[in-house]
């Protein structure tokens, strides 16, 4: 068997196992629950409030703190972006010392959670439903003010219930520089009413599907989130095309200062397009992802966020191994491709 038939017979069993990853730049519907939750119980230990009225203090530091909505009464739910919320929540409050940026984690969590930030006014002011795979809550980056009072509920999807685990912690800055002489991206900014015309790729079918080619061993690039026209909150999602070098595969090193989904893509067809690889790059930590090909194919990559709410842009950046045609033996560190340009 020739080389460049075993590369094509890699890439047809790589696509026929596609992996189940949503390309889109808006939230699909949510499949129901599978969990009822049980009814209301008195006699439940109450490690946190039943409502906003009874809310239990936290006190600093936030890490490691266990419960379960479980017994509780279903007394809130938001957009975020799902509701019909009936499960119960428990409620918390807190009041951070001096002005602070903080992330709010449920990670270890064993349900499908959900969680609400309230003000003092009782006003909404951040709300998550999935951050990781497993549909576990977490609110990234939020500006808290010094002797405020903050409410937190920690809710559930549709009707789960269980047990959490919950970490608030202070907000460490990513900051992702793009090198000199980089490919730039050059898409417009994510303002509200945004209509992704410029590399929107197959969610883009309104304006012809449009791909950017990647051709620089560096590319810099940004994502984020906007309101679309039609009101719904969105995530920038980038297409690009790539052409693989003589020598068989495109190795490609990201980094970003928020989550980031590297995808391969195929079969090159809008209608039928799946995930072949994934990878998440970022916050200020490097993913790699090595994609095989004939040379001088081309290959669909997509770049952007894991969460479908947020706010605002953030920059990311890609380094290829268009640098050395030499055979690869090993990974190539982020700051090892840099110093090489330098």
């Given at each position: 068997?020739?080389?460049?038939?075993?590369?094509?017979?890699?890439?047809?069993?790589?696509?026929?196992?596609a992996?189940?990853?949503?390309?889109?730049?808006?939230?699909?519907?949510?499949?129901s629950?599978?969990?009822?939750?049980?009814?209301?119980?008195?006699?439940?230990?109450?490690?946190?409030?039943?409502?906003?009225?009874?809310?239990?203090?936290?006190?600093?530091?936030?890490?490691?703190?266990?419960?379960?909505t479980?017994?509780?009464?279903?007394?809130?739910?938001?957009?975020?972006?799902?509701?019909?919320?009936?499960?119960?929540?428990?409620?918390?409050?807190?009041?951070?010392?001096?002005?602070?940026?903080v992330?709010?984690?449920?990670?270890?969590?064993?349900y499908?959670?959900?969680?609400?930030?309230?003000?003092?006014?009782?006003?909404?002011?951040?709300?998550?439903?999935?951050?990781?795979?497993?549909?576990?809550?977490?609110?990234?980056?939020?500006?808290?003010?010094?002797?405020?009072?903050?409410?937190?509920v920690?809710?559930?999807?549709?009707?789960?219930?269980?047990?959490?685990?919950?970490?608030?912690?202070?907000?460490?800055?990513?900051?992702?520089?793009?090198?000199?002489?980089?490919?730039?991206?050059?898409?417009?900014?994510?303002?509200?009413?945004?209509?992704?015309?410029?590399?929107g790729?197959?969610?883009?079918?309104?304006?012809?599907?449009?791909?950017?080619?990647?051709?620089?061993?560096?590319?810099?690039?940004?994502?984020?989130?906007?309101?679309?026209?039609?009101?719904?909150?969105?995530?920038?999602?980038?297409?690009?095309?790539?052409v693989?070098?003589?020598?068989?595969?495109?190795?490609?090193?990201?980094?970003?200062?928020?989550?980031?989904?590297?995808?391969?893509?195929?079969?090159?067809?809008?209608?039928?397009?799946?995930?072949?690889?994934?990878?998440?790059?970022?916050?200020?930590?490097?993913?790699?992802?090595?994609?095989?090909?004939?040379?001088?194919?081309?290959?669909?990559?997509?770049?952007?966020?894991?969460?479908?709410?947020?706010?605002?842009?953030?920059?990311?950046?890609?380094?290829?191994?268009?640098?050395?045609?030499?055979?690869?033996?090993?990974?190539?560190?982020?700051?090892?491709?840099?110093?090489?340009?330098?």
């Amino acid at each position: 068997m020739t080389a460049r038939l075993a590369t094509a017979l890699l890439i047809l069993l790589m696509a026929a196992s596609a992996l189940a990853y949503d390309l889109g730049n808006t939230a699909p519907p949510k499949a129901s629950s599978h969990h009822t939750a049980p009814p209301p119980d008195p006699e439940v230990i109450r490690q946190g409030g039943d409502t906003i009225l009874d809310a239990v203090l936290l006190t600093w530091p936030v890490v490691g703190v266990t419960g379960t909505t479980v017994g509780y009464t279903n007394d809130y739910d938001e957009a975020c972006p799902y509701t019909t919320s009936t499960a119960p929540d428990v409620v918390y409050k807190f009041t951070p010392e001096r002005d602070i940026v903080v992330d709010i984690d449920m990670l270890g969590s064993a349900y499908d959670t959900k969680i609400y930030v309230y003000d003092s006014g009782f006003q909404l002011i951040a709300c998550n439903d999935d951050f990781y795979p497993d549909y576990v809550s977490k609110i990234e980056q939020l500006p808290l003010s010094g002797a405020a009072k903050y409410y937190l509920v920690i809710d559930g999807y549709g009707e789960e219930a269980g047990d959490f685990v919950l970490t608030i912690s202070e907000f460490e800055p990513c900051v992702v520089a793009c090198p000199a002489g980089a490919q730039l991206e050059g898409e417009p900014p994510l303002v509200d009413g945004y209509q992704d015309a410029y590399n929107g790729g197959c969610n883009s079918p309104e304006f012809g599907n449009p791909f950017q080619s990647i051709w620089s061993w560096g590319f810099c690039g940004k994502s984020g989130w906007f309101v679309s026209p039609d009101g719904s909150q969105s995530r920038d999602t980038d297409w690009y095309e790539l052409v693989v070098p003589g020598y068989g595969y495109i190795e490609i090193v990201g980094d970003a200062e928020f989550a980031t989904y590297m995808f391969e893509l195929a079969p090159q067809d809008c209608g039928s397009v799946a995930v072949v690889q994934n990878v998440v790059a970022g916050p200020c930590s490097e993913g790699t992802i090595t994609i095989p090909g004939s040379p001088g194919s081309t290959v669909w990559f997509w770049v952007g966020p894991t969460t479908f709410d947020g706010s605002g842009e953030y920059d990311y950046v890609l380094y290829t191994n268009w640098w050395s045609a030499a055979v690869r033996t090993e990974s190539h560190s982020w700051s090892t491709v840099k110093q090489l340009f330098d």
